[in-house]
């Protein structure tokens, strides 16, 4: 089954919607309204002050003790049939008890502390979940299709087939995927890949829908339903990455409830036996005792996750990576070791001249006008490379034969000329034989030039690393992470890239279905381990690693089965996004640690008497808070690109 469906099974626990719009903010004002009206009452007026204060508390605590707090306690209790408090039970019992022992405006200022601050809880943290829920007011909703008559028609977007022609205006977002079939452009993908420079556009180049184009207007065809854009499959996973946890989040949302329960016992017995341990008056047993449920209420604990994982993976999104949930992102920061496929991870995917070598006995520059003539005439897949490389001083007229096995051969002034595999010729110099030996000893695929069946040259090609693969190579390196190629390529080219790289490991002559066998064989060699990947042939291995990667550009099985996706195929981001779950890990941590000192200091102080219920609010409150600041720090956006 594919890491997309995977959720905790606690994940329903805790999916209450707390947006139940402004009446929450509008009873807290009059709460807050009313306890200052009580304040500036005389003693006289001692039952009406008492009276609006507990009114206050109710009005105040409405959203979020009792709703949040009593409300989800029952609800969470009837579905799992056993006590499942909600951690803000705690601050609604110490409301409550204070008022019963006749501390009505403790009770009061605890309810407008918690609930305000609570507020604040919550728009920061969604604030991140903003940054990331906007993209959907970027998805487009109309498009202008032509119809048969050559006039244009306005439409919804999910009215459009695949095969629909559609104008484009400059100015306008692309409505939908599709490739161009007239006009030049330039368009800002940013939205889709993170890259802030437009890209320029031309007859049979793709765009997807959501970017902006530029200056110019083109028609375009349709390919690919709404449904199945690039930007629906964004806007999918991030629906995806809200609901998922890390780990860490999970254990405290499943430890959270027994906490609470602990807490309550603990509390009642501190209540019970503190008169007898200590001669305490039953008055102070119980005071001491609601400062203790303040005191260890697990509200900073239970914030420690949330506004970090969200800042996260927001600061990805914006930066054309994403997760399928925080959890895999948590994950990648721990990888042991990291494989990569070959052809168009690591490599460009395409061919490219690397050597070139003619022999005395021709002209070079003519040799190469013959060159030109014979390559455009092929049907061969080296041939564009060779064009790429080679230009020609004179276009020549050759008429061209394609023959299997032989190559590509053509006549020109009375002799013939002919490029092809070397096993082909048998008139090759000492010379000539050497290099071929030692540039296919570097992975290089060569072909020999020859006039007249001897050959005077030949030409050394290969997929070469493409321009960030080195650095990132480094990189896992240096944070000593074993790094292996795994390819379906020839054990001589495999070790050639791998050993340009500076890799630690090459498993070659790989065939599809064992890539995801070699995944397990490396999971119980090094431990947690990533995969990165771009074809369908590595999407057994991407779905089996600890962490999938999928190069944006690649097919959509292996985006489709991804933990993680590079929108653009950019070995950078794969940094940046190990660096950002490294830090993502450290401040959720940070903060753990933070929020259970704050509460053991609390604890300690509570015993030793030297706090009060106000101050324990405050200094708890400000903690949470704290823990939520700390953690927005990650939708900054830090450049950890790699040289």
């Not at 605890?110 to 007011?137: C, N, P, Q």
């Not at 306008?172 to 420079?197: A, H, M």
């Not at 903690?623 to 040289?643: A, D």
Request: aromatic share 6%; with cysteine.
């Amino acid at each position: 089954m594919s890491k997309i469906n995977n959720h905790d099974d606690h994940n329903h626990e805790h999916s209450h919607d707390h947006n139940h719009g402004k009446m929450p903010v509008v009873l807290y004002f009059v709460g807050l309204t009313l306890a200052i009206i009580a304040l500036f009452l005389s003693e006289q007026y001692e039952l009406l002050q008492n009276i609006l204060f507990s009114i206050a508390t109710l009005t105040a605590g409405y959203h979020v003790v009792v709703l949040e707090g009593i409300g989800e306690t029952i609800e969470n209790s009837k579905r799992n049939r056993r006590f499942v408090p909600n951690s803000h039970i705690l601050m609604g019992l110490a409301a409550l008890g204070a008022s019963l022992i006749g501390e009505f405006w403790e009770g009061a200022l605890l309810i407008l502390i918690f609930s305000g601050a609570h507020f604040l809880e919550e728009y920061a943290e969604g604030r991140s979940k903003r940054e990331i829920t906007k993209l959907v007011e970027m998805h487009p909703t109309t498009a202008r299709r032509i119809t048969s008559n050559g006039k244009t028609e306005k439409i919804n977007v999910e009215e459009l087939k695949v095969g629909d022609h559609l104008q484009v205006r400059n100015g306008d977002q692309v409505p939908i995927d599709g490739v161009i079939l007239s006009g030049e452009t330039s368009i800002d993908e940013s939205s889709i890949n993170g890259e802030s420079i437009p890209k320029e556009k031309t007859k049979g180049d793709p765009v997807f829908g959501s970017t902006i184009n530029g200056n110019g207007t083109f028609t375009m065809e349709v390919t690919k339903q709404n449904e199945d854009t690039v930007f629906s499959k964004i806007l999918t996973l991030v629906n995806q990455n809200q609901n998922n946890q890390t780990r860490v989040g999970s254990i405290i949302k499943k430890f959270e409830p027994k906490y609470v329960t602990i807490v309550l016992i603990a509390v009642t017995l501190f209540v019970i036996l503190a008169p007898l341990l200590f001669d305490w008056p039953w008055s102070q047993s119980i005071y001491r005792g609601l400062v203790l449920l303040v005191a260890a209420a697990p509200c900073a604990l239970a914030a420690a996750t949330v506004s970090v994982t969200l800042s996260a993976t927001s600061n990805l999104a914006k930066k054309g990576v994403l997760s399928k949930g925080s959890s895999y992102l948590s994950q990648l920061a721990d990888i042991e070791t990291i494989s990569f496929d070959k052809t168009g991870t690591l490599t460009k995917g395409k061919p490219e001249v690397t050597n070139a070598y003619f022999s005395g006995n021709v002209e070079k520059e003519d040799l190469i006008d013959i060159i030109v003539a014979l390559e455009k005439g092929s049907n061969h897949p080296l041939a564009d490379a060779i064009l790429k490389r080679f230009e020609a001083k004179h276009h020549l007229d050759i008429e061209v034969t394609n023959q299997i096995g032989k190559g590509v051969e053509g006549e020109y002034k009375g002799h013939r000329y002919r490029i092809g595999k070397p096993i082909s010729f048998k008139n090759v110099s000492s010379e000539i034989s050497l290099l071929n030996t030692d540039w296919a000893s570097k992975g290089e695929t060569v072909v020999y030039i020859a006039k007249d069946e001897e050959v005077v040259g030949l030409i050394g090609l290969m997929d070469v690393p493409n321009e960030q693969a080195q650095a990132t190579i480094n990189y896992f390196k240096q944070q000593g992470i074993h790094t292996t190629l795994i390819t379906g390529d020839s054990k001589m080219t495999g070790e050639a890239v791998a050993r340009k790289l500076g890799m630690d490991e090459v498993i070659a002559n790989v065939m599809p279905e064992d890539k995801s066998k070699i995944i397990n064989e490396q999971k119980e060699k090094h431990g947690i381990t990533a995969m990165v990947g771009d074809g369908v042939n590595d999407a057994p291995a991407l779905v089996n690693a600890d962490v999938g990667i999928a190069m944006g550009d690649g097919t959509d099985v292996a985006v489709d089965v991804s933990d993680l996706v590079l929108m653009k195929n950019n070995l950078n981001k794969l940094v940046h996004s190990h660096r950002t779950s490294q830090k993502m890990n450290r401040v959720i941590w940070q903060n753990i640690i933070f929020s259970m000192s704050v509460v053991a200091f609390l604890v300690i102080v509570t015993f030793l008497g030297l706090t009060d219920m106000t101050l324990s609010v405050i200094i708890h409150e400000g903690s949470t808070l704290v823990v939520i600041l700390n953690g927005l720090r990650l939708l900054r956006s830090v450049n950890h690109s790699i040289e």
